[in-house]
């Protein structure tokens, strides 16, 4: 009889383990969702029409897009506090090669992404091969690069752009059946997007069960993903009922796919996060941590300047204060999706949530309209108490 007692024991006490080792991970997740109910309740409805859904991913992208390559940076062990300028001073650029130097798009776009790669290089190499802190690199870069903003625009604002380059941000996906609303090409993205999340992960999990490394329960496995499907679909049929899918989202959800694989499965992530969680280690094992140190840097300096063009290209114009404090909403995102402060932890999709949930908050709040200056502290106080739980995790598991 005690046998069969602690049996029946054996699976509730595994799960409530999991959950208590990656309580982070699904409080995020739940975290979000109560935060939508919440909004969603408190603006009548407001906050889950079509529109003000196309208006948050326009709104959001640029955060989602550098918080991506903020990850990196961080699970790296660093941090970079010039973002937000190079974010400016590349639409700025922009600007000034589209308006006044009259550039077509083509050449303008790949060399504003160059531009932000060699920025995020020369940061990069006094960081990782003269060892100076990215602290102090990256605010050196961010003064900078606000002053170039200003040089460049001589404090005016420079615009319009022509509609190829506006469609960066504001271009929707047409509908390739020729049906108006609801969008059809819309939902069968939407739905291909979500049975391709579910394989993949119903292959991951195979694979891990096969050597042994599987630790998700499956009632878990199944909350987690049947949740991410269904709200995939679910708002990509609120997008189809309005003007479809916006092109940022596209842009957003290929920039994922892409660094989510990259940090799960190949060589150079698992270094990435080797090299956050021990550098002296990660060198004696014979990992290059100057050149990791350095690509992670050139990384975030193109994701920069790829959210600089999509925010000017929103906008419709350049102006001298593009992108101030970008950067505090990039660092906060990717902490409250769980980053760690020391390094070596952090994933992709924590990232995504956390930007999604800086950004659900700062437009639920705007509908109700809440002044900045709450706003200010509210997202402060969120932050603080994200970091607080990370430390107590820390210090639980120890």
């Not at 190829?164 to 059809?184: E, I, R």
């Not at 990435?272 to 941590?289: M, V």
Request: charged share 10%.
């Amino acid at each position: 009889m005690a046998l069969t007692k602690s049996a029946a024991e054996t699976p509730r006490s595994s799960a409530a383990r999991y959950l208590s080792n990656h309580l982070r991970e699904y409080g995020m997740l739940l975290a979000l969702v109560v935060i939508m109910i919440f909004f969603q309740i408190v603006t009548d409805g407001t906050l889950m029409r079509p529109v003000n859904i196309t208006n948050l991913f326009l709104q959001n992208s640029y955060i989602i897009i550098m918080a991506l390559g903020m990850l990196l940076v961080i699970v790296s062990g660093h941090i970079d506090l010039s973002v937000g300028s190079v974010v400016g001073f590349v639409g700025a650029l922009a600007a000034i090669m589209l308006v006044h130097w009259q550039l077509p798009t083509f050449v303008v776009i790949p060399a504003c992404l160059l531009v932000g790669i060699l920025i995020g290089a020369a940061q990069g190499y006094w960081v990782a091969y003269w060892r100076i802190p990215s602290f102090i690199v990256t605010l050196a870069g961010m003064l900078v690069f606000r002053g170039l903003s200003l040089w460049i625009l001589q404090g005016q604002s420079v615009g319009p752009f022509p509609r190829n380059f506006q469609a960066l941000s504001t271009g929707f996906v047409p509908d390739l059946f020729g049906v108006d609303k609801p969008n059809l090409t819309a939902l069968l993205l939407g739905l291909v997007a979500a049975g391709t999340i579910l394989f993949m992960a119903a292959r991951s999990r195979k694979r891990h069960q096969k050597f042994g490394m599987e630790e998700e329960p499956f009632g878990f496995f199944i909350a987690r993903n049947g949740l991410i499907a269904l709200a995939i679909i679910y708002i990509s049929y609120l997008l189809s009922t309005y003007r479809g899918l916006p092109n940022v989202l596209i842009t957003m959800a290929i920039l994922t796919a892409i660094y989510a694989f990259l940090t799960k499965s190949t060589t150079i992530g698992r270094r990435i996060y080797a090299l956050g969680g021990n550098e002296k280690a990660a060198k004696l094992s014979g990992i290059n941590t100057e050149r990791l140190t350095f690509l992670a840097f050139v990384n975030m300096g193109m994701l920069a300047a790829l959210a600089g063009l999509i925010f000017a290209a929103r906008l419709n114009t350049a102006t001298p204060k593009a992108g101030v404090s970008f950067e505090l909403d990039v660092i906060a995102a990717v902490f409250i999706g769980g980053a760690s402060m020391s390094g070596g932890v952090g994933k992709i999709i924590g990232a995504v949530v956390g930007a999604c949930i800086m950004g659900v908050m700062n437009n639920g709040m705007s509908i109700l309209g809440i002044g900045i200056d709450y706003q200010q502290v509210i997202k402060g106080l969120v932050l603080l108490a994200a970091v607080i739980f990370d430390v107590y995790n820390k210090n639980k598991q120890t």
